[in-house]
């Protein structure tokens, strides 16, 4: 089944009504045989996922109580209504697993049937929803290729405003909870562009498992990854994924990456990096596996 075509709309609104809030372990366990699964939504999972107890054996040393740090959503977040595993459509790049394992940080114990959004740029350093903002275009200052970073902090970090056309108050659904409370409004989307936007369910191990590519860089802020993490209705965590920069060279020098030079600011330099947003990474055939604990406050009791 071609990633372009997986999966179909759906609002993460229904997730929690309970049409589709379904472990992503069954769903992998469905796609043993290869067939596609689907769940009562209908979306179609990648048929080459991993089985959930490969996902689980990647996380037999861990065990994070500690919470993860907490980051700006930054300009270009929105409610993308995607679930899937494959987030990739048509962008070009270094193929990229992204395994992560959500756990409770009070009881330290893995958080079943949450929903894990992930979003990041292609690239040339573009977001989808938003070319024409990160790119620098429709007015406003973008993080892409010949734009300036949002104001404020780098990528739109604290004290930063949203980009035009995003709407004003508070984000919706719920409070931010163990998110960065930056005050920044989610996006309205100024083009229909989705890739590298989705969302998966934790299986009973708390696991979800995302394929990509790499992510590009953009003037201001170090490569990166966004994700947020809801529980019920409340997002409980958002965060951002980083990389060793020795690999972010190595990937960097090859195509379609090399096209897009200039890249201005390394992990040493990133006002939101920490050493703890560092996936472990390895090979993985043609690609790489990227796999990272995180800890949320499930309860948001700031604890």
């Not at 037999?60 to 930054?74: A, E, K």
């Not at 201005?264 to 796999?291: C, E, H, P, R, W």
């Amino acid at each position: 089944m071609g990633h372009d075509h997986e999966g179909r709309r759906v609002s993460r609104r229904s997730i929690f009504a309970g049409i589709s809030a379904i472990g992503l372990g069954s769903l992998l366990t469905a796609c043993g045989d290869g067939t596609p699964a689907t769940t009562t939504s209908g979306e179609a999972v990648s048929p080459d996922a991993t089985t959930s107890a490969d996902l689980t054996g990647l996380f037999t040393d861990v065990n994070t109580c500690r919470l993860s740090p907490s980051t700006t959503q930054g300009p270009y977040y929105f409610d993308a209504d995607k679930i899937r595993s494959d987030i990739r459509e048509d962008r070009a790049g270094t193929r990229l697993r992204v395994v992560l394992k959500v756990q409770d940080s009070e009881q330290c114990k893995p958080l079943p049937n949450a929903v894990v959004e992930i979003w990041h740029c292609d690239a040339a350093g573009l977001y989808s929803g938003a070319e024409s903002l990160s790119s620098g275009g429709g007015g406003q200052p973008g993080g892409g290729p010949g734009g300036t970073p949002p104001s404020g902090a780098p990528g739109g970090g604290p004290g930063g405003t949203p980009p035009s056309g995003a709407p004003g108050g508070n984000p919706p659904g719920g409070a931010n909870g163990g998110g960065a409370d930056d005050g920044m409004a989610d996006l309205q989307p100024v083009d229909d562009k989705r890739y590298l936007r989705g969302a998966q369910v934790t299986n009973g191990d708390g696991i979800v498992e995302f394929t990509t590519v790499w992510p590009g860089w953009y003037r201001g802020r170090t490569v990166h990854i966004h994700a947020m993490v809801h529980v019920s209705n409340s997002r409980v965590l958002t965060t951002q994924l980083m990389f060793d920069e020795a690999l972010n060279t190595e990937v960097f020098a090859a195509a379609p990456y090399a096209a897009h030079t200039g890249r201005d600011t390394f992990n040493d330099g990133d006002s939101i990096f920490q050493d703890s947003m560092l996936m472990k990474v390895t090979q993985d055939g043609d690609g790489y596996l990227a796999v990272l604990a995180l800890a949320a406050d499930s309860d948001t009791d700031g604890s």
